[in-house]
């Protein structure tokens, strides 16, 4: 396969098709991680859309999601508590607009929050665009376009939904709601004129293939903001015995994503810590956003460290709203 050649299609109008998907990942690593950051250049530039997440609710999830330590049926040991008050929220939101950072994600456990909880939600979500301009974004679960409407509403621009793998794959890591859920879910926040960020999470035993139909999907989708999630082996989690992805395999999986997707925020999210570099060589192969400060149930990495790093890559850090055009 000429790369090249490819990239320039891309550049283009191109989109490839899972036959080529799959060809570039037989390709030199180096070659196609510098083809991929050329896509990004042309179609992004140095822009980098960087956000936090907040544990808004957490533990005894309904859910039996493998990799995830807050489900209810494994044995991983997370704090919980219900939902937080508007004064916790908007103390993490300064936090966050302070140290520059775009978005600002409210995460919750469970399948969905009930009618009680959105309300309750959505009076504290209007206190903190009072006294904030930081982006809210949210992820509450499988929610209906009536819910998705409150939030929209109350002042949340983005909600995330990640489609986890493709739909062959699904029922390996959860089966208390299944792949079409999610789609309907998503479809529902869009009709709502919501933005959703929506990816996956590799590691889970998962192919090349699946990877690279989830990207389809996506793309299907017309999904612009899409988390990388590289999964890490929590103790008391059904795939805790798991073994943890190579650097060089996500920096392939980013930069198919790149070529796949040309005009996407793709963003590097939870499992980054456990990369040697932290992300950097992913962020030269064409990922050009990030989660920053800690994930959901482990530790992150430092907002302080990552605006370094990203500085010193080139990249222009977003301050206001921007969308992949």
């Known amino acids: 396969m000429n790369v090249r050649e490819l990239k320039e299609k891309v550049i283009e109008g191109y989109l490839i098709t899972k036959e080529e998907a799959l060809e570039l990942t037989q390709a030199p690593l180096e070659e196609v991680s510098k083809y991929a950051n050329e896509i990004r250049m042309y179609f992004c530039g140095n822009n980098f859309d960087i956000?936090?997440?907040?544990?808004?609710?957490?533990?005894?999830?309904?859910?039996?999601?493998?990799?995830?330590?807050?489900?209810?049926?494994?044995?991983?040991?997370?704090?919980?508590?219900?939902?937080?008050?508007?004064?916790?929220?908007?103390?993490?939101?300064?936090?966050?607009?302070?140290?520059?950072?775009?978005?600002?994600?409210?995460?919750?456990?469970?399948?969905?929050?009930?009618?009680?909880?959105?309300?309750?939600?959505?009076?504290?979500?209007?206190?903190?665009?009072?006294?904030?301009?930081?982006?809210?974004?949210?992820?509450?679960?499988?929610l209906e376009k009536d819910a998705y409407k409150k939030l929209k509403d109350a002042g949340v621009s983005r909600i995330h939904n990640n489609l986890e793998t493709s739909k062959d794959y699904f029922h390996k890591i959860c089966t208390t709601h299944?792949?079409?859920?999610?789609?309907?879910?998503?479809?529902?926040?869009?009709?709502?004129?919501?933005d959703v960020c929506s990816g996956g999470i590799m590691g889970v035993g998962e192919s090349m293939e699946d990877r690279i139909d989830l990207a389809l999907a996506l793309r299907e989708l017309g999904i612009k903001s899409v988390p990388v999630n590289m999964l890490n082996p929590i103790e008391g989690t059904p795939f805790e015995k798991m073994d943890k992805l190579?650097?060089?395999?996500?920096?392939?999986?980013?930069?198919?994503?790149?070529?796949?997707?040309?005009?996407?925020?793709?963003?590097?999210?939870?499992?980054?810590?456990?990369?040697?570099?932290?992300?950097?060589?992913?962020?030269?192969?064409?990922?050009?956003?990030?989660?920053?400060?800690?994930?959901?149930?482990?530790?992150?990495?430092?907002?302080?460290?990552?605006?370094?790093?990203l500085k010193d890559i080139g990249y222009h850090i977003s301050k206001t709203v921007t969308f992949a055009s």
């Open 51 to 142: 956000c936090t997440i907040v544990n808004g609710k957490s533990g005894r999830c309904s859910e039996d999601c493998k990799y995830c330590a807050q489900s209810a049926s494994c044995k991983a040991e997370v704090k919980e508590h219900p939902l937080l008050d508007e004064e916790s929220l908007f103390r993490q939101a300064k936090y966050n607009a302070d140290k520059g950072v775009l978005r600002y994600s409210i995460v919750t456990s469970g399948k969905k929050l009930s009618d009680k909880e959105i309300d309750l939600l959505c009076e504290s979500i209007r206190g903190i665009k009072k006294k904030t301009s930081i982006s809210i974004c949210a992820s509450l679960g499988l």
């Open 246 to 309: 190579a650097p060089e395999e996500m920096q392939m999986i980013v930069s198919v994503f790149r070529f796949l997707l040309p005009d996407s925020f793709i963003r590097l999210a939870g499992g980054r810590g456990l990369i040697g570099d932290k992300g950097r060589k992913c962020f030269q192969s064409g990922s050009n956003a990030a989660i920053t400060g800690d994930m959901l149930t482990t530790a992150g990495i430092s907002i302080e460290s990552d605006l370094a790093t």
């Open 178 to 194: 299944t792949y079409e859920e999610k789609i309907k879910s998503i479809k529902a926040a869009l009709e709502a004129g919501l």
